[in-house]
Structure formats: C-alpha cells, structure tokens
C-alpha cells in the first residue's frame, strides 16, 4: 500500500456548507489526484496536482477547489455543497503523472442533504 | 472527448472458468494503460499495466493491448470466487498540463462455484 489515509471517511452535510476532505500521503509520491465516483459515471477526475502549490484541473471541477502546501497533504474543497456533489471521493497518489501507477486511498463518502 | 468504453456486465463466469474482459479507447496517441480491480464498498487498486503491443503475462492474470484497434483486455484464467469485483480500465490521456488517466466505468465481473 501506498499509505494513503483519507479524512473524514463519512460525512454527511446540508445544502450551500463548505466541505473540505483531506488525503494525506506517507511515501513522497509527487503527484496527487481527487476523483469521485458515481455510478453510471465510474471515476472521474476532478484536480490534480503535480507538485506542492501546483495544481490543474480534470474533467469535472467545477464547484471544487484544491491546495497542496506539502506533499504529503492534498485538500478538496466544495466551496457551497450540492445534492449533486454527493458522492464517493478517493485521492490517489503517483510517482510519474498519467504513464504511471496510481495508487488509491480508502475513500470518503459524502451526503449532501 | 477522449473515451473508455467498457461492457458494463456483468459477466458471469463458473469456477475454474477463463473470464475475459474487454476495453476500447479513443485516443490513439494513448501509451499506457493499466488494469483496477475494485471490489464493492472498496478502493480500486492495480491489476495489470502494460505499455507494447502484445501480452503480458502475471500469474493467473494476462493483459493484452492492441495499439491498431484501440483495444485492450484483460484473461483471467482459473476464475475464483474471490476474482469476483469490478474491473476498471484505465488510458493515460496527455491533454492538460501532465498526463493523467481516463477510467472507464468498469465491468462486473461474478464467479459462481
């Protein structure tokens, strides 16, 4: 495993609150990623980043926003919940972007009410 | 837009039987490719990744990549019950600032003893 932990595992959480998930990685990787999964829709990305305080966008970012101030730490931000952002968030870390592996963390599930 | 398909299932194989799942992609300048299992309420985490035209062979498990069709699969051979889970494949995509990975929606894989 990778030693990637997730906060908070479970949350649920009313319309129009700011949520902020944290992933926290043990092995220096890189590069860190946050995907939700839906289903019917699989993974899909949401930002990245590529080094500390360097950061992109994926497919689906809109809503979302992310800070990376060590590599160890990779914060996803919804700024006003949605219902529509209820979803599973997995962060992922990897050594070399897109040709490499991607290892996963354990997952959060998020209830917007 | 750049594309995974997969058959989503599921797919039910006997015990001791060869499952075979399948995957085509869009992006013809696509260079890697890798291979998840995802079990219910779980992570995904890396099967397979294979990067040349050809197989490749690990353990019970055999990636296959066609880089003229678009097309890349996945052997399982001697099916278990344990083998039963989701099967994600994944193409690096080189839009963006960095690769990353496009996911498909994954194929449902059910081994019955």
């Known amino acids: 495993d990778a030693g990637i932990t997730q906060s908070p595992r479970h949350k649920v959480t009313e319309t129009g609150t700011p949520v902020t998930l944290r992933c926290h990685q043990t092995?220096?990787?890189?590069?860190m990623y946050w995907y939700r999964q839906d289903p019917g829709h699989g993974l899909r990305l949401i930002h990245y980043?590529?080094?500390?305080?360097?950061?992109d966008k994926g497919e689906v970012s809109d809503g979302y926003s992310v800070s990376r101030s060590k590599t160890e730490d990779f914060l996803l931000t919804l700024e006003s919940a949605t219902s529509s952002q209820t979803s599973v968030y997995f962060c992922?870390?990897?050594?070399?972007?897109?040709?490499?592996?991607?290892?996963f963390g354990p997952g959060t599930r998020l209830t917007v009410l | 837009q750049k594309e995974v398909e997969q058959n989503s299932g599921p797919l039910s194989v006997p015990e001791g039987a060869i499952a075979s799942l399948n995957c085509t992609y869009s992006d013809r300048g696509s260079q890697s490719f890798f291979w998840y299992r995802q079990y219910s309420g779980k992570s995904p985490e890396l099967i397979m990744s294979?990067?040349?035209?050809g197989d490749k062979e690990d353990g019970r498990f055999t990636a296959q990549l066609n880089k003229a069709s678009q097309y890349v699969s996945l052997l399982i051979r001697d099916s278990q019950p344990s083998d039963s889970a989701t099967y994600l494949c994944a193409v690096t995509n080189y839009g963006g600032s960095q690769g990353n990975l496009i996911f498909g929606k994954g194929t449902k894989l059910s081994v019955k003893p």
């Open positions: 992922a870390t990897g050594t070399s972007g897109g040709a490499d592996t991607q290892y």
């Open positions: 980043s590529y080094g500390v305080k360097d950061t």
């Open positions: 294979i990067y040349s035209n």
């Open positions: 092995e220096n990787h890189r590069y």
